[in-house]
């Protein structure tokens, strides 16, 4: 069964500080990879995507990640985190013989202070 | 808007009732899942499908049921047989895999 993985379950930085958030994932075939985000409150949104080509895929509000296929990796970075980061944050898997479905990591909860 | 509404927003059961989740979407996708958000463990799959008039077991289906008669509503029900039923539902769509849009989610307390 595919799974996913995320390094951290809590994070707490003070603003301006880098971030990077691990991911790893367990399906050694063609993959769609995804970051998504959960502000306190609001929707589950996507963060950013990778499907090929390029793997440092740029997202919104200044995140990226870069895929290691040799790692089965798919990391999360922003080089100045702000306070508005703070939330949680979900890697999540796709494969083409899975269907449409998806499979999440648990989730890094980021607590950025002020 | 395009987009997916989930209702109600907050849910009391009491132990031994059914209780059904909506999940309404416009963006005319034909593909539709049910999560369950609990807290350390990420988003666990209920049930999905992937055309009208058919659906599928996802990891944790014991104790729920869907129906699917029309392509923009997958209402989830969340019966007695569910043990454990307090937690947050999230409804997605997507159209051909390539991004989930998600619901705002409904929280489910059994008291």
């Known amino acids: 069964a595919q799974s996913v993985s995320q390094h951290n379950h809590h994070v707490i930085l003070s603003e301006a500080a880098s971030l990077e958030l691990g991911c790893n994932y367990s399906y050694g075939g063609t993959v769609n990879l995804f970051w998504y985000v959960q502000y306190p409150g609001q929707h589950l949104q996507l963060l950013l995507k990778?499907?090929?080509?390029?793997?440092l895929v740029k997202g919104i509000k200044g995140f990226e990640a870069e895929f290691i296929k040799s790692k089965f990796s798919f990391n999360l970075r922003k080089p100045s985190v702000q306070w508005s980061d703070t939330a949680e944050y979900f890697c999540?898997?796709?494969?083409?013989?899975?269907?449409?479905?998806?499979?999440f990591g648990p989730g890094t909860r980021l607590s950025v202070l002020p | 808007d395009g987009g997916i509404t989930q209702s109600p927003k907050y849910l009391f059961r009491k132990e031994g009732q059914n209780v059904t989740l909506s999940c309404e979407q416009n963006?005319?996708?034909?593909?539709m899942y049910w999560y369950r958000q609990d807290p350390g463990q990420g988003l666990r799959l209920i049930y999905y499908?992937?055309?009208?008039?058919?659906?599928q077991k996802g990891d944790i289906a014991e104790g729920y049921s869907v129906s699917r008669e029309k392509k923009e509503s997958f209402p989830l029900t969340v019966t007695s047989a569910q043990k454990n039923p307090t937690a947050f539902y999230l409804c997605?769509?997507?159209?051909?895999?390539?991004?989930?849009?998600f619901g705002p989610g409904t929280r489910l307390t059994v008291l």
């Open positions: 990778y499907f090929s080509g390029d793997p």
């Open positions: 999540a898997v796709n494969t083409w013989n899975y269907g449409q479905n998806f499979v």
């Open positions: 499908s992937q055309i009208v008039n058919d659906f």
């Open positions: 997605a769509s997507t159209e051909g895999g390539f991004e989930q849009f």
């Open positions: 963006l005319n996708h034909d593909a």
